[in-house]
Each structure stands twice: as C-alpha cells, then as structure tokens.
C-alpha cells in the first residue's frame, strides 16, 4: 500500500478551506446514469410468478390441470352422447374411433362420463377448500390473535375433531341428507378446514408480535382490523400452499366415497362411480378402470406439482 511522503500535498480539507470549484461542478450525464437502479422494482406477487414460470414440474400440472377444466366444460356439452345415455346394442365395446374410452354394460360412452365426472370432483374438489379456507383462516386466525383462554378453548375443540375420523362423520351425513353433491361438501366441511386453522394459527402467532403489528395496534386500529388487513394478507402465501394441497385430498376423498357406493350415485357419473362399475369387469375389460383411474391420477399429481411449486415460489427466503 503506498505511504503518502510529508511533503506531499493531500486533498483533505479542513473547515476552514474553501471547497474547490472543481468539485462543485455538475456531473455529467454518464456519471450520474452510474448511480440509478439498472433493473426494475419489482413485487413480491410477481416475483412469484415468476420463479414459479421456471418450475417446469409446477407448469406442466398447471397446463393439464387447464386442460382437464377445459375438456370437462366442452366435452359434455358438444359431445353426441350424454353421460346417462344408454345403448344396449352396444355395451361393453372397446375404445373406437366411435366410442375413444369404450362404452360399459350399459353402452354408456365412457368418454363422456370421464369428463362429466370430472366437473363433479374438480366442483366438489375447489369447493371444498375454498369453504374449508376461508372456515380455517378465520378460526386460526382468531385463536391466535387473541390468545389465552379463547386460544386454549378453541384449540381443544379442534383436538376433539380430530380424535374422531372423518369417514365416520360423512357416513352418517350422507345417511341423513343422502348422497348427492350438497351432503359431500358438508361432510368435508366438517373437518378439512382443521389443517388450515392450525397453520394460520402458528403464523398467527408469530406475526402479532411483528413492528408492523405493534404499529397498527399503536395507530388505534381494532383486533379486527388488525387481523384481517395485516395479519392474514402477510399469511397468505402459506395459506394458498395449504389450500392447494387440500384440492387433490378432497378429490380423492370424493371418489374414495362413490367408489364405496355412499357418494354420488349413478346414473350420474365421478371418477369413483365409473371405477366401482369397472370392478365387476377388471380382467375381462380393463379399459373401464384404466381411463377413470388415470383421470384421478394425472389430476392428482398435477395439483401436487403445483403445490410443491407454490411451496418453493412462494418462500421469500428464496428471493434474490
């Protein structure tokens, strides 16, 4: 490192110096373009998006999961055959240009029963956790906001729920209220909602002690609007994560159900209903499991696909 000889004239200055006028001159326009911001701000929702975009496991679920709702929209409605019309001259033939998932003992099209009951478990599937969402959020949020007694008693509810399996309670609701749509929903509603109310509670519970919630507490707002303006929205991303992952559960809750005959009931067709008929014909013609099953594994995997991508886009931890 070189020393600077005594002699040698510095450019310090002291107080009493007058400042050069070199120094007082204007920049330049290139000097000053050194010290802007060469790339854009950009928001927490977009970045998002866009490591979610690099994901490739995540789009490609998001791209079939998009093409799965299209088909189940547009293929009832445009298609020759209806999901409940029977042809006895043609009953169990194998897949055909006429007939491309084959017809089954009641020369049903198979093809459009796979895509009517996707409606029904994708309907019952979103249904299902938007309801239980917003059910879990609000529960979680107010057990942890308030804490203490509220907290203690709230949570022991959620204790005793979970104690008793679910199967049992959508058994004897689809006993009294029957087995259509409506009765599977309040069966899922029941319980789904408890894996929500525990995760907004934790990060409840963590955010309320945040400057930013001292600060709005400090401005006169209300528990309330503490809650549901600070707290959750900071919440969100772990709680569409946990959301997206009860899609597929509810999915295969709502054909595990048709399958045991206690769900929807034919004529109409789900994915469970289509493979208990399947059952009788497994090894003769297993065509009419082949097409459902795959339908509910590939819907299935491409929601945990964009779960687990959701998961990772949505940490800020990984935000460069």
Request: glycine share 6%; with cysteine; charged share 15%.
């Amino acid at each position: 490192m070189p020393t600077i000889e005594p002699n040698e004239p510095t450019h310090s200055l002291s107080m009493t110096d007058e400042i050069p006028e070199a120094l007082l001159a204007p920049l330049s326009d290139s000097e000053r373009e050194k010290e802007t911001i060469s790339r854009p701000s950009v928001s927490y929702w977009k970045m998002c998006w866009m490591r979610l975009k690099k994901d490739k496991l995540a789009m490609l679920g998001l791209t079939v999961l998009v093409i799965m709702t299209l088909l189940a929209i547009l293929v009832p409605m445009f298609s020759p055959y209806t999901y409940d019309q029977t042809d006895f001259a043609h009953p169990l033939e194998w897949p055909s240009a006429l007939h491309l998932f084959g017809t089954d003992k009641m020369g049903r099209d198979i093809f459009v029963r796979t895509m009517y009951g996707a409606r029904i478990s994708l309907t019952i599937g979103f249904t299902a956790a938007a309801i239980n969402m917003v059910i879990g959020v609000l529960y979680g949020g107010i057990a942890g906001y308030l804490g203490g007694m509220v907290d203690l008693v709230m949570m022991r509810i959620v204790d005793i729920l979970t104690g008793i399996p679910s199967l049992i309670y959508m058994i004897l609701l689809m006993m009294f209220l029957g087995n259509n749509i409506q009765s599977i929903l309040i069966a899922m509603c029941l319980t789904y909602w408890i894996t929500t109310a525990r995760m907004v509670r934790a990060q409840i519970l963590t955010l309320r002690e945040q400057d930013f919630a001292l600060a709005a507490k400090v401005c006169g707002l209300s528990k309330w609007q503490i809650l549901i303006h600070h707290l959750i929205p900071n919440s969100m991303g772990s709680i569409i994560v946990t959301v997206t992952f009860l899609i597929p559960s509810a999915i295969f809750q709502e054909a595990f159900l048709s399958f045991l005959g206690i769900g929807i009931q034919v004529p109409m067709a789900s994915w469970g209903t289509l493979a208990n008929d399947a059952i009788e014909y497994l090894f003769s013609y297993p065509y009419m499991m082949l097409f459902p099953a795959s339908a509910i594994s590939i819907t299935i995997f491409s929601l945990n696909f964009i779960g687990d991508g959701l998961r990772d886009a949505l940490d800020p931890r990984l935000k460069k």
